[in-house]
């Protein structure tokens, strides 16, 4: 047992911090916040780097690692707040032609709501009587699925352009192999639709980057902002909250690498569960932390507070991951 | 321990509400808020009309127990927030008519009363936050005039008040508490350059001001030089007691609200969800409870307002945000519609822990001023 | 409207707690712990000082007042501790012969658990197959009424000496009304068993007060204890958490003495519920300031916790308290 | 990121089950907890036990995973705790393997890992808790010896032990972490004096030490002069990486016995507990990880702990304070019950958050040490 990363997983996980960092610096944050729309230069970047064809085999063209690895690639996008159907796109790469490669944008309904749901080439899942709703996320455009999962459908059928296109996938795979592998082992019924469990998982993923970004934005804020004649980051209550914020975020992030490296439904339930909480919480305290410039549009807490919301319902929202956690006991 | 209402205030009620019934339906349409001038234009015929009405001055020379029913009735008949003349009726005025002089009264008071005027308020600055008494913005006497330069933050309604509530350093030696002059800024003067500040939630609620050698009358100073920051203590603390009546009030109808979309949802099936909402509603009930009891206390020590108001903003910022949270898990994925006004004022509820004091300095402030314990970091 | 106690009540307050303070100081309360058991002397002397017949009208021969009153009377026993089943027999007063002079001891069974069983002269509701357990507080010996409101019967049915005695009690009764009196106003089934709202009022009075005791407490001992070169006090981790106690306690009598002047039900349950948190919280809280000190069996905050665990659970416990307020959303 | 056990490790594992297996049912009956010379000899049979079948010196030697399987294993078995034998065997014994001379280690420590001799600790001082180095027990130099005098408190097992890990202040004069020296003191020594300390669970699980001029050779120091401090900063931080295996897997196991009781009883239908309930499981099983991070940690940097032992701490003793928490409300009415172990826990666990480092020290720790923020208070 070494839960440490191996060399490999280190130098993946910084080539992809120096992918992003070249792809999707702040300045791309801002300009994709003013002006959303799915950039698809980025996109086939991405694809050509192998963000989506992580998973897929090395003889199917793919990069041939798993999930853990995958788990690190999104804590990554998490991070930087990568927008798009990241995680559908992945899930899709090696079942949907050009998923791999970033020539093709997919997305999914899940939960009644479906991401990107205009810019995307390929929707899975049923959208039907799709209708836009103003996003809380400024990079998260959303359609909501009416009837499903919440208050209802008050909202009404808009009429919508595209059909949505469902094409058949694997209903189970072994978490632990390359997407695309047939299962090794495991018998009927093990693991339910191990598709969504992965984009659970990798959801969880986002989360926990996104509260390790917020706590690391916390703290080095609490070290500069000076008020009553010393950095706030010297006063009790803000050290206090900052380290509560790390605790989350180490916490969840145990969790979703362990789920990761296990393919357990009821870990990767557990640490949806506990990321959620970590990238709310962090962003909630981040902006405890910054006062009154945490709440203006030009701080970027509010972006990772309101996709660390949008994560949080779109894929097994905590409710439900608390009574997944709770059957096994 | 007396919950009722004299005949006195109960009269007041009863005539303060058959106006209201009388007068709502003949107010326009309420502006689009993102229209400056149309929300400045519709606050102050609101107070014309109250003026009128003589319920102008409700928030200074009626009895705490009045004002509590005044804010009460307004906010159950969904009449209009005080708004635009926020910082003219209960934080300038207050002030120029406890520390004015008998020209500064006659000058400002009535036009506030009247809604002809509106004020704003030029207090933090980016670097004076928490820590106000560190403020920056330099003011040099030239004359008969003070010639000011430096930055504020969080200003309402700047780009159409007439006149600024103004916090400036005169005596940029002393001891930061001491330096500090109170200032009437008319915000046409040269060298006032408004830029609207985007909250998180999207709207430009409230304006950077930046000051570039604004000439302001010496005669525009309410109290001494360097006597500012006494002043405005007695602004900040004024009317603590009535200060969240209309949030309360508010809150119990949203809650009232949440409840009815929840049996609508089926999610008050949800025990989890529904308990909460029991708790919700507890507390909330609590927090007009002690809203009473500091309107109580206010009343009976001639409107000097206690530390009571930092506890209540303790337990209500918090509340309101777990109202605010719930309110997400009925409508789970409708959460995240910003045409929601739950998803908007969730949003705004981001700043209840932060504006107008953090829970921080809060805390602090119920440890040493009520609890006593020493001052410390 | 003036929420502030009256002058009478002020002096009532100030009588009872010098009452108080000579019948049971912290010796007494100390020489209790150590040997429990009832003092039908002290009884006999809160009879006397109208403790019981507080609420039994003057000419019945009480003291004629009502509940806002019994309210500030239970918060001053839940400051000191003060033992016995002093709700139970204050209720009674008036109804069960003897009471109202402190000559007989009434208890009562509520939520499957009865205090006082074997020291009670009369017992009112359902004590059958009633076991003794050993109570978490030293000062409130509790009987077991198995299957109710729990884990069920594992005790067994020991036998026990005595029959539960249950007289007629009036059902419903009018809160505002001194004891005893028929009500007033109301239809029928307007308030439902009223004095069981009574009890559930002073149990709230009585965590109120305990919260008060144990902030004031933690306070105290925040100013004196010294570490790291400075009062314990001074740290805002330390200072923040008494202020939240503060809050707690603030929040909780102004609820309770509320509900005293309206007689609510549903204004009474959420007190219950307010009340019971700030209890065990604040001890909770006092206990993390006195750190070590405060785990001692010599400290008094384990006497506040375990008597504030034991009134949450007695009557209206927080689950059937959130459920009957929000019935009425 | 490799959660598997390595062949020799499962090996390891599969030898100790075996022999757990073996062993578990010749051991005597449980003593009775107020029986300290019972209980000394329990857990003296057990140590010696393991030491005849080559697992004493588990926690000095072996590798931090296989210290992992076997905290685990025995957790698993239900094994006799490490009881008596704590601070010998993870306090004092490590520091004397580390700090001692040639001559002390062979004198002290045969005698611990074979179950001989009980140690106990003389740390915490009535003035002297979160701020240890304020400590104030005085030893003067006379002679070959050190005559001490002072006040020690929360020693647990003093009444059975051996020898005492003792830090007094030698140099008064000095900076107070500077000026410590850290003794092994014989706890038959005239002069000691055990008053047993009765927690609030009512129980005489820890012990006040009065010392009394107590002569100690200068021979039972360890370390130089004055150096305690340094010492004792090994001592404290030995096994941090592993100090939760067995509380974590225990506590897993009482979560488990907690939805069988809620089963049981129908406390499971009410979702408001049972998703508790799953929430707790969700953190068990990440904290387990985490302990897994630590322990792969200490493996990789040759058993040196870092501060992950803070991070596990901080969360660890909060869920398990809810954890008892969601146990009374499963057991309801019952929870009042003393004669239940689930309420003894409970009344015990309100320790976790003070032991060993408040949770308010253990935030400055993280905050500081591994977010960098300054010092301050």
Known sequence: MDFRLTEDQRALRKGVRELLARLFDREALRAAVDAPSLDRELWRELGAAGFFALRVPEEEGGVGLGLPEAVLLFEEAGRVLLPGPLVATHVAAGVVPGASEGEVVVTDASEGLVAWLDEADVVLGSTEGAVPLRSVDPLTPLHRVPGIGGAGDEGGTRPQGRRPVAPTLPQRRDPHAPAGRTPTTGGAGVLPVADELVAVLLTAAEQVGSAEATTETAVSYAGEREQFGQVIGGFQAVKHLCAGMLVRAELARVAVRAAAVTGDPVEIAGAKLLADEAATGNARDCLQVYGGMGFTWEADVHLHLKRAWVRARLRLPAARAEEVVAEQL | ?377
């Open chain 2, 1 to 377: 321990m007396d919950l009722a209402y004299g005949a006195e205030e109960e009269e007041f009620r009863a005539r303060l509400r058959e106006w209201l019934a009388a007068v709502l339906p003949t107010l326009p349409a309420r502006p689009d808020p993102l229209d400056w001038p149309a929300r400045r234009a519709y606050d102050c015929g609101w107070q014309r009309r109250l003026h009128d009405a003589g319920y102008a001055d409700v928030h200074w020379d009626a009895s705490p127990t009045q004002r509590l029913i005044f804010l009460e009735e307004t906010e159950l008949a969904g009449a209009p927030y005080v708004g635009a003349n926020f910082v003219g009726l209960l934080h300038a005025g207050p002030t120029i008519a406890a520390e004015g002089t008998a020209e500064q009264r006659a000058r400002w008071l009535p036009s506030i009363l009247r809604g002809d005027d509106v004020w704003c308020q030029g207090f933090s600055e980016p670097d004076a936050g928490s820590d106000l008494a560190s403020l920056r913005t330099r003011a040099v006497r030239d004359g008969d005039a003070y010639v000011v330069t430096g930055q504020k933050i969080w200003t309402s309604h700047a780009e159409v008040a007439d006149w600024c509530e103004l916090l400036v350093r005169t005596d940029p030696g002393a001891a930061k508490h001491r330096g500090i002059s109170w200032l009437a800024m008319p915000m046409d003067a040269p060298g006032v350059t408004i830029r609207p500040l985007r909250t998180l939630a999207g709207s430009t609620e409230f304006a950077e001001v930046f000051l570039d050698e604004v000439r302001v009358p010496v005669e525009n100073r309410v109290g001494e030089e360097n006597d500012g920051w006494r002043v405005t203590m007695v602004t900040l603390s004024f009317e603590r007691g009535t200060a969240f009546v209309g949030e309360v009030v508010a809150c119990r109808r949203l809650l009232g609200e949440l409840a009815r979309t929840a049996r609508e949802n089926g999610t008050w099936d949800d025990p989890v969800l529904r308990r909460k909402l029991g708790r919700l509603s507890a507390e909330f009930q609590a927090l007009w409870r002690l809203t009473q009891a500091n309107v109580s206390e206010a009343q009976a020590t001639g409107g000097v307002p206690g530390v009571g108001g930092s506890v209540f903003k303790l337990h209500y910022s918090h509340a309101r945000q777990e109202l605010y949270e719930a309110a997400a898990a009925v409508l789970g994925p409708d959460a995240l519609d910003l045409d929601r006004d739950w998803t908007l004022d969730r949003l705004s509820s981001l700043s209840y822990t932060i504006a107008a004091g953090t829970s921080q300095i809060q805390r602090n402030i119920v440890a040493e001023r009520i609890l006593g314990l020493p001052k410390g970091r």
